[in-house]
């Protein structure tokens, strides 16, 4: 393809020879002649002028003798252009005669079901679902048309997937939640039966080895267009809104309610029966253990307003500095 | 049943109609008629006005139409009506013909083995195990009555399992702990050899996707009736005492010892080579880097008595409004 | 074996009666007659009075009746003395029929290939390979000789794994970074297509239910020695050098590189798009948010040099009793 008609499908701006020919994309670093390249975090600048890339997305214009494709957004250009050059090459219309598939379970049109993949009975299967060789689908799950399936996933009976999930290795949906009832009068631990589900809509991304657990009774759900990253636990009864970015190693406790649009940074973890409002942020290893309303950027344990946990995580790092100035003070004031 | 059926079954004393139908068990904010539900966490006490439940078990008297099922631990007696309304219907008395079951290994009666499961030699599996598709069991591996292993979970050779333990899809047992040892003469990582083994008493029950490596030598092992959650880690030589609670995302490093009735919220981190005595509550994100020996609850990195972590942090969040006091003192005192 | 035959393959001086039969190798708390055991952490020099060990591998000399291997690094001498009476039994040489190998794959000498595995087209398996059931290994993937694979692990396509690669249970190697753009113009979130791979040097140990991302364009890189606890997270495009110890829960966010010989202890977090230098220790839970250079230990969120982080700790534990006097100043100055 031409550097002009890519612009064109991306919207961009060309500063430079339109007529390039590009063969493919590459990381600004390692780009070859007759790739494409882009610069959205300004951290890789310095490379601009040492990438052998024919052409470069970017949000600005540099003056440089290198051809630019110039617009407001070069990561979502990035992400299309990647599109545009790259196809998964998913296999279709296969069912492997190693796969066993229950009684009253309907298989929809071009699905493909890898070998020693279980699938229990009185599930529905979409049109164009992938699954991956070892998965394991419970009894009376639903799985939405174009949902892919990575291998050795483990679905729990009765869980509800809309379409065009995509559901990584190793991710688990729909094991109990974490719930027992201490008798202090028996001195006996009861486990409380878990017996809600797990209900994923439309367009979730949920990643290698995350865990998600079914309502106690009632159900977890997962909003449509959130994105969970690997190793992230969802408790019992959780409800996670649209549009979500749930880093990794995020735990959310039981029955806690997220709004829209929230992103929780990696390792945060998030208490129990509480809400968490909608355009929310919370940075990295923090701890949320009250309901948070107001839509802003929060960080620490427990959580505060970013700036003031900048305030005073500075002050704690110039504690030792200020303590000889209390000392000071405190042998006058004796 | 009715009302005074269950209330007797459950040692609850009625207050209303008795002899209401009960056809099922739901949450307060989401009960129909015909629905028993249950108030234990004072936050959801706004939902007795509007639940549509037709009776709810309550730790105290409240004046209100609704018939109510009261006793000294709702949510205990919650835990049992579930168990009389919900049973699990696991599969019976079938040994897949996708299953491989190697030489000298026994098994019990009426016992479940799913498809494409793998059961070593020399194994011994007990009266009524479940295993799920995909479940890997290693040689020489002892399973106990009543136990059930959910699918895609990975058991290495020579693993003990008690009775009535749950073992949830994806964990792993026995992998080996991590133990290397680095010579400086040589400048080279030596493997230490893990050949110990994990021992699982009866009636725990093991997340999903919670890894627990085998001892280096001698014996990992967790007490009975312990519960641990998802994608925990649990470390080489670990002993985790009875009835424990391990929350999500904890990591248990090496030769640690843990007693009884110990509580570690989730995210906690444990140092290698300590002790935790018993009864023992640790707070969520906590680092425990020295020995606790006196019961109670603990919290903060590092850790600290319960109080004194509350009473640090307060002033943590004080230090901008008290380094602007100090500022002052210092401007006067120069 | 003698102990005067151990000692010298293991290059230790002997202090006692070398003529001693040595049957096992056992900790110092359970050892029995026969046993050969080592004392390395001084926690355990209580034990060594009490000991029924017919051996013991010390790093000095004690002045005890047992029979002493002494040498300067004891704990390297324990892991070779395992290493002489232990040896991993893996099948050999066996191909499971219930395995599926793609069109195109080579497989070379002495493979082990268990049961229900898959083997996607066009990959390279090395010689003395051994794959445990219900492994998937995706199309274009290479292994180089006498690598282990355990149970349950899932290999994405195109992965590269070198030579005496130990690789455990549940691991998930080549998922998809965590990589969205997000147009606020369209108020969209794309998805960017992750199309790289996964490079895994030689002699590295990966834990169980470990992830290691796929680059988004070219290679997530883990360096040849080094070894990867249980449940960390490894994010696309990260580069780590040689020889460096990822404890259990770790997560490193993407296109972040680390140098050699780097230790990052337990449930670590390191922010994306940062550099970690060489020789650098960080101690358990900090958080890296900006690059290291200097050769260090480390420790704290955000990060500062131990020293530091320890004077700053103990100042905060000191707050209660610190704020009292500065109240009595402050009242003082009113």
Redesign the interface.
């Known amino acids: 393809m031409r550097v002009k008609e890519i612009a064109e499908i991306l919207g961009c701006k060309v500063k430079g020879d339109g007529d390039l020919e590009i063969i493919g994309?590459?990381?600004i670093q390692?780009a070859k002649k007759g790739d494409l390249t882009f610069l959205s975090?300004p951290?890789y600048e310095k490379f601009l002028k040492t990438t052998k890339a024919s052409a470069v997305i970017t949000g600005k214009e540099y003056d440089l003798p290198l051809t630019q494709l110039i617009c407001?957004?070069p990561?979502?250009a990035?992400?299309?252009a990647?599109?545009l050059f790259?196809k998964?090459n998913f296999p279709e219309d296969y069912i492997s005669p190693?796969t066993?598939v229950g009684k009253g379970t309907e298989i929809g049109k071009s699905v493909y079901i890898?070998?020693?993949v279980?699938v229990g009975e009185n599930c529905r299967i979409g049109d164009r679902v992938k699954i991956?060789?070892?998965t394991?689908i419970g009894d009376g799950t639903v799985i939405g048309d174009d949902t892919v399936i990575?291998?050795?996933?483990?679905i729990?009976r009765q869980t509800v997937i809309g379409k065009r999930v995509?559901i990584?290795?190793?991710a688990?949906i729909g094991?109990?939640g974490?719930?027992?009832?201490?008798?202090?009068?028996?001195m006996r631990?009861?486990?409380?039966?878990q017996?809600g589900r797990v209900v994923i809509e439309d367009d979730v991304?949920i990643?290698?080895?995350t865990?998600i657990?079914r309502g106690?009774?009632?159900e977890t759900v997962i909003g449509s267009?959130t994105?969970i990253?690997?190793?992230v636990?969802i408790?019992h009864?959780v409800k996670v809104g649209k549009?979500c970015?749930i880093?990794?190693?995020v735990?959310i406790?039981g029955s806690t309610v997220i709004g829209d649009n929230v992103t929780l940074a990696?390792?945060v973890?998030v208490?129990g029966?509480i809400k968490i409002g909608s355009n929310i942020t919370v940075g990295?290893?923090a701890?949320v253990?009250k309901s948070i309303e107001k839509a802003g950027v929060y960080a620490g344990?427990?959580i505060?307003d970013y700036r003031?946990w900048r305030?005073?995580?500075a002050?704690?790092?110039r504690?030792?500095e200020?303590?000889e100035?209390?000392k000071?003070?405190?042998s006058?004031?004796e």
């Open positions: 994309v590459n990381e390692n975090n951290k407001d957004e990561y979502v990035f992400a299309k990647l599109s790259y998964e190693e066993t890898g070998d020693n279980v991956f060789p070892g394991f990575f291998s050795n996933v483990s729990y995509r990584h290795s190793g688990v094991s109990d974490f719930g027992y009832a201490f008798s202090k009068k028996e631990i009861y486990k409380v039966p017996i991304e990643g290698a080895n865990t657990d106690t009774i009632g267009g994105k990253d690997n190793l636990q408790g009864n549009n970015f880093v990794s190693q735990g406790s990696g390792q973890g208490a029966h990295a290893k701890g253990t344990f427990p505060k003031v305030k005073t995580e002050l704690i790092n504690l030792p200020i303590y100035k209390i000071k003070l405190l006058k004031g």
